[in-house]
């Protein structure tokens, strides 16, 4: 049964960083791309980053450069590090997973079939 299991979410204040974590189980961890998506208050779900079958980055245009996905084969773990965070990131972060994901869609919603619960960000000063 894949499982995927996010942490590390909270309260973090404009400018600082935050690391959000989603331990995966059920299936074969790097066959499957990974990707962190994002839902704000009143607003649709949104991909932020995911790492592809080879272990290649993929970027949103509006996190490049403040956001950074990894991931620890070992120990089935894939990381978000967000850093200058402002309100606009304030959102239930998500990661999901899907055996059917296009090469091309890896930011797309709807080509991942396996959800985590979220985790909830709060930017505020």
């Known amino acids: 049964q894949v499982q995927l299991v996010e942490s590390g979410g909270g309260w973090v204040q404009p400018g600082g960083s935050m690391r959000l974590s989603c331990a995966a189980s059920?299936?074969?961890?790097?066959?499957?791309?990974i990707g962190w998506f994002r839902q704000p208050p009143g607003k649709e779900r949104e991909g932020l980053a995911s790492?592809?079958?080879?272990?290649?980055?993929w970027y949103v245009g509006s996190v490049k450069g403040r956001f950074t996905i990894s991931r620890d084969k070992d120990k089935k773990i894939v990381n978000l590090q967000l850093n200058n965070v402002t309100g606009e990131d304030t959102a239930v972060y998500y990661c999901?997973?899907?055996?059917?994901?296009?090469?091309?869609?890896?930011?797309?919603?709807?080509?991942?079939?396996?959800w985590g619960q979220g985790t909830q960000v709060t930017v505020s000063s």
């Open positions: 790492i592809d079958r080879d272990g290649d980055a």
């Open positions: 059920g299936f074969s961890f790097d066959a499957w791309p």
């Open positions: 999901a997973t899907g055996a059917n994901v296009r090469p091309g869609a890896l930011l797309y919603p709807l080509d991942y079939d396996h």
